[in-house]
């Protein structure tokens, strides 16, 4: 039984890690969500499947005496099987993106759906966020100095990353029909999902002066 909830943690260890990487702006709300919860019991049921079936008929190595070693069992089935449900056997390309055709499809699946379902629930949060901390930003003086200052904090945010976010910048600066303080909201978005609110936050509040615009006449 031991073995059994050792395995199943493993599987939700790694289904946690996954959601972590893809909502890095706010890991800890994603990872707390209920679809969330239900994507890592997902990873530790199919983590169970397989030492199920591995027990079965186990190879020698993976014994103890008669029984499965814990220790070995855990890191073959517990981790192996997240690689094995990711595994695919080649990929279809769709308007949607890439669909694994395999043991991956499951995940795949899932994945997409959670990550939907965790988007929405984020959403109206980053929103509010982004209104608050860029409330009194001007885009026209924040566009270049506020993500440079920003990213320069984070010394493994990949120069694709990067480049990804001048062009949405870039996209903002040429749509002559959207008004400053709404660009500001979409430029504090951007640079949070990459940094984060906190870093945000701050590179506003340190620049302070030198991005604030002018307050519209009454």
């Keep these: 039984m031991l073995t059994y909830m050792l395995v199943f943690l493993a599987g939700v260890l790694v289904g946690l890690a996954e959601l972590l990487s893809r909502h890095r702006d706010y890991p800890v709300q994603a990872a707390l969500s209920f679809p969330s919860f239900g994507y890592m019991i997902l990873n530790g049921a199919l983590s169970v499947v ?129 008004d400053d303080r709404a660009k500001a909201v979409a430029l504090g978005l951007t640079i949070m999902s990459l940094t984060g609110k906190p870093i945000l936050k701050k590179g506003v509040d340190q620049l302070g002066d030198r991005i604030i615009g002018t307050p519209p006449a009454v």
């Design 50 to 178: 397989a030492l199920l079936i591995v027990s079965l008929s186990p190879p020698e190595w993976l014994k103890s005496g008669t029984e499965l070693d814990p220790l070995k069992t855990v890191l073959l089935v517990g981790f192996g099987a997240a690689a094995f449900f990711r595994s695919s056997f080649f990929k279809l390309r769709t308007p949607e993106g890439e669909i694994s055709v395999g043991p991956g499809l499951i995940i795949d699946v899932f994945l997409r759906v959670i990550d939907d379902a965790v988007d929405r629930k984020l959403g109206g949060q980053r929103l509010d966020d982004a209104s608050e901390i860029m409330a009194q930003v001007s885009f026209a003086k924040a566009a270049k100095a506020l993500p440079t200052y920003c990213f320069a904090g984070l010394r493994r945010l990949s120069p694709e990353a990067q480049q990804q976010a001048a062009l949405q910048i870039r996209s903002l600066s040429e749509l002559n029909d959207m």
